[in-house]
């Protein structure tokens, strides 16, 4: 039995079209995406405006709820991570990690992953396909739900919902593009979620041709960069995205980017024990930042499946830092949320119980 489309993956345009060869009024596709992104309904029956015989129509064709929660742990850092199952039986994981009255959502964007990096579990999966926007937008309302049930408040006393988006959850979003892009217009429509640009991030390894893309698009996004190296041998070691793009064209898609849109690009930089925390890899990083608009977002290496590769000591990470900000280079270190249930950075991999990764 072919599974119905998710409705939430559709257009308004695409929601009209529909509603048209069903013999339904095209002005209710904005009906409906206010019930779905607004109110954010589980079920047809809480569309109030919508009649009884669209409803069914709507039932019959599409389905509202394509993931089903199947764990939920909770750090002690008050990091969320849940695992999902989608309708087909796969298995992706969010995070939600509250902050100073933000709320930020890691979403997936594949069922795994096929760019294989060594310092990151998602690779051990391998790839299977990639989600649907509907599957993606599933995620963060999913979220939203917790927020709500749990009555957590905003800043302003109102119940608390998502704040941020950052597409650097399993898979590599920029090989997802199509269905990445009609969610960063959904969550920026301002009759739906109403998101800046500047609330959402893209994730990439440096898939250079979809860089391009992501600016032809005028996709409503920050983005940010997977260098976690400095030069191509390295790099290549542990990205192997970067024997087909080297650093070179990196840069290039970085610059063409800048250019482009005026926005500063985020560097992320995996600090990993004599490879890229050491006083060489800190002076390539300030040649290849300083005449850039761009920063630096370190992060220590968290614990992974390769034993070849190990986490720097806090001496090492600190003289590293300090040689990067002498050069008035803007570098954070980002402090490491959930390790306890794996949902750091480079950590989300469904593991089935007999200890497979899947």
């Keep these: 039995m072919e599974w119905p489309k998710n409705i939430k993956t559709l257009t308004e345009d695409e929601l009209k079209a529909w509603l048209r060869d069903v ?44 993931l089903t929660e199947e764990q939920r ?15 087909d039986d796969h298995h992706i994981e969010t995070v939600m990690i509250p902050a100073n ?32 926007a509907g599957e993606i937008l599933e995620e963060i309302i999913n979220v939203n739900w917790y927020l709500k049930e749990a009555g957590l ?27 990445v892009h009609r969610v960063c217009c959904t969550l920026h429509n301002q009759s739906l979620f109403n998101m800046g640009a500047k609330r959402m991030t893209v994730s990439t390894s440096g898939v250079v041709p979809k860089i391009k893309e992501l600016v ?14 400095t030069n191509n041998e390295y790099r290549s070691s542990v990205m192997p995205v970067n024997k087909t793009w080297p ?7 970085v610059d063409e980017y800048i250019r482009r849109t005026d926005n500063y690009v985020t560097f992320e930089f995996v600090l990993i024990q004599d490879i890229t925390c050491t006083p060489k890899a800190a002076k390539e990083l300030i040649r290849i930042c300083a005449p850039r608009r761009v920063k630096v977002n370190a992060i220590v290496l968290n614990d992974g499946d390769d034993p070849t590769l ?35 950075c480079g950590q989300l991999a469904y593991k089935k119980k007999d200890g497979k990764t899947c």
């Design 23 to 66: 013999d339904e009024k095209p002005f209710r596709a904005s009906q409906i995406q206010k019930w779905l992104f607004c109110q954010q309904v589980k079920t047809y029956d809480e569309m109030g405006n919508i009649s009884p015989a669209l409803r069914q129509k709507l039932a019959d064709q599409f389905t509202l709820r394509a």
């Design 73 to 87: 742990m909770v750090s002690v850092d008050g990091t969320v991570k849940w695992l999902f199952k989608t309708h």
């Design 101 to 132: 009255g933000r709320y930020s959502v890691c979403v997936s964007t594949q069922v795994g992953c096929a760019m294989n990096c060594a310092f990151c579990r998602t690779a051990k999966m391998g790839f299977t396909r990639n989600l649907e």
């Design 153 to 179: 408040l905003n800043e302003e006393g109102k119940t608390a919902q998502v704040t941020n988006i950052i597409f650097m959850g399993m898979g590599e979003p920029l090989n997802n593009l199509e269905n």
């Design 216 to 229: 032809d698009r005028n996709t409503p996004c920050c983005l940010a960069v997977s260098l976690n190296s």
């Design 247 to 253: 650093i070179e064209k990196l840069l290039e898609a």
């Design 310 to 344: 190990h986490a720097p000591t806090p001496e090492q990470v600190e003289d590293f830092l300090a040689m990067v900000r002498a050069a008035e280079i803007q570098i954070t270190i980002r402090n490491p949320r959930g390790r306890d249930i794996l949902a750091a």
